[in-house]
């Protein structure tokens, strides 16, 4: 069995042993409340503090179990049931999301039968799952701010949140903001005081996050319910605007200096977080936002993760990528190639416990039919790739006869599950 295998298994069989009776045994709502002490808030759960050490995503629960999490977060009722029960197994919470549509989807928040309509679609979401032991809190709706205009949306959020303390008073209710400004947060204290707790997403500001919902004038609680790499709209671009993606490494970097920096240093309204995405997804690439590849591979991001979680590193950890070279040149060069022509491609990296590494490289196309605020993407298909010396640090690669814009992505694995990602884009005149 392989090292990571072996912790796993190991730390899976003790975690029990670590688990409140409420978590295993209970059968019934576990009552959930935000508790103020001064100008200090925490999250009681069955009269207990409860810091949340979340995943975005419901993948690999048995993982975050393992790797020191607590609770798990989705965007909707979808395989609801499934999900809490699967929680409840792990010992791990829920923050369920509730399907409120955004006005960017093409919803009319003028349109009072619509409204009703999804208030009552919701209502009932809430009263079929409300007394599910693993429930932790809900989340109503997600970056409903996000290329928005018509503010009576937080009059349609706090009809919900109304409801939820009527129908549900074991579980607190908040809704989930693209990002923090004072536009938003003045109409949320005026329109939508029901709101127990504030969720934020947020990726390349997490550091700043606390000054930030200070500034907007936000006193109350509030979770991270997404942070994670630095986004794709507030990074490097090429100069043909191909968003330049981190390395796993640089990533894993960042993960912990910003966690650090906000969620850890924020002890006065600061009630936890969930890391995004535990799984992968196509979001630009099939590489930016996910921890995991398509095989369930684990990149440096997870290793700091249980870090964050736990306290420990992992026995074995996954490689780490110093650089990725085409022709010579990073990815903030701008890379311009010859059709047909061969160039050579570098990689520098190393592996922690000295385990053999292998190469793998892949071509795509640079996505264009994305989406906005993490809307569904199509992967796009991959190109046969002509290269010398397949699965070493060191392979020729022969541009491709098509004029575009493309990447070429490199998998260094440790034979353990284990993995380090990066890409270059590069353009073919």
Same mark, same amino acid.
């Given at each position: 069995?392989k090292?990571?295998n072996l ?23 576990v009552k ?8 200090t ?5 069955n009269?207990?503090?409860y810091?949340i ?5 419901t993948s690999?629960m048995d993982?975050?179990?393992a ?5 798990v977060?989705?965007w ?12 409840q197994?792990?010992g791990?919470? =829920? ?10 989807? @093409? ?8 409204v ?5 679609r919701?209502k009932?979401d ?8 693993a429930l &932790?809190?809900w989340?109503?709706g #997600? ?6 205009k #018509?503010p009576?949306?937080?009059d ?16 607190p ?8 400004? %004072?536009?938003?947060?003045d ?6 005081p029901?709101?127990?707790?504030? $969720?934020?997403?947020t990726?390349?500001?997490?550091a700043?996050l606390?000054?930030?919902? %200070?500034?907007?004038g ?12 630095? @986004?794709? !709209?507030? @990074?490097?671009?090429?100069?043909w605007?191909?968003?330049?993606e981190e390395? $796993?490494?640089? %990533?894993?970097?960042v ?6 920096f906000?969620?850890?240093r924020?002890t ?6 969930y890391?995004?995405? !535990?799984?992968?997804?196509?979001e630009?690439?099939p ?6 590849t ?5 990149s ?9 979680w736990?306290? $420990? ?14 022709d010579?040149k %990073?990815?903030v060069?701008?890379?311009?190639l010859?059709?047909g022509?061969?160039?050579? =491609?570098l990689?520098d990296?190393?592996?922690?416990d000295?385990?053999?590494l ?9 996505a ?13 298909? /991959?190109?046969?790739?002509? &290269?010398?010396n397949l699965?070493?640090?060191q392979v /020729?690669?022969?541009?491709?006869a098509?004029k ?11 034979g353990?599950?284990? =993995?380090?990602?990066?890409?270059i884009?590069f353009y073919?005149?």
């Amino acid at each position: 069995m392989k090292l990571k295998n072996l912790l796993f298994a190991a730390v899976a069989c003790t975690l029990p042993l670590a688990l409140s009776a409420q978590q295993t045994t209970s059968k019934g709502p576990v009552k959930v409340e935000v508790e103020k002490n001064g100008n200090t808030y925490q999250l009681l759960r069955n009269g207990q503090p409860y810091f949340i050490k979340g995943a975005g995503g419901t993948s690999y629960m048995d993982r975050i179990a393992a790797y020191g999490g607590n609770s798990v977060r989705t965007w909707g009722t979808k395989d609801a049931q499934q999900i809490l029960d699967s929680a409840q197994k792990h010992g791990l919470t =829920v923050l369920m999301g509730l399907g409120v549509v955004p006005e960017r989807h @093409g919803f009319n928040y003028d349109d009072a039968a619509a409204v009703k309509k999804q208030f009552e679609r919701v209502k009932a979401d809430v009263i079929k799952f409300k007394d599910h032991p693993a429930l &932790l809190a809900w989340g109503i709706g #997600n970056e409903l701010n996000l290329s928005y205009k #018509n503010p009576k949306v937080w009059d349609a959020v706090n009809d919900i949140a109304k409801m939820i303390h009527k129908e549900d008073p074991n579980h607190p209710a908040s809704t989930v903001l693209a990002g923090i400004n %004072k536009r938003e947060i003045d109409y949320i204290k005026t329109n939508t005081p029901a709101i127990d707790i504030l $969720s934020i997403n947020t990726y390349g500001g997490l550091a700043q996050l606390p000054e930030q919902v %200070k500034a907007t004038g936000w006193q109350g609680p509030y979770m991270v319910t997404e942070w994670g790499p630095t @986004g794709h !709209w507030e @990074g490097l671009q090429t100069t043909w605007k191909a968003p330049i993606e981190e390395t $796993s490494s640089e %990533k894993a970097a960042v993960y912990k200096s910003r966690y650090a920096f906000s969620v850890e240093r924020d002890t006065l309204n600061c009630l936890g977080s969930y890391v995004f995405l !535990w799984g992968q997804k196509q979001e630009r690439t099939p590489t930016w936002y996910g921890v995991f590849t398509e095989k369930g591979e684990e990149s440096e991001v997870v290793d700091v993760m249980q870090y964050l979680w736990s306290g $420990s590193y992992p026995k074995n950890k996954a490689p780490h990528i110093y650089a990725f070279n085409l022709d010579g040149k %990073k990815a903030v060069n701008s890379i311009q190639l010859k059709a047909g022509t061969k160039y050579q =491609v570098l990689v520098d990296a190393a592996d922690p416990d000295q385990d053999p590494l292998s190469y793998h490289y892949e071509l795509l196309p640079e996505a264009t039919n994305v989406g906005e605020g993490g809307d569904h993407e199509d992967r796009p298909v /991959a190109i046969p790739l002509n &290269l010398d010396n397949l699965k070493t640090k060191q392979v /020729a690669i022969t541009a491709p006869a098509q004029k575009g814009a493309y990447r070429l992505f490199v998998y260094v694995k440790d034979g353990n599950n284990n =993995v380090a990602t990066a890409n270059i884009p590069f353009y073919v005149n």
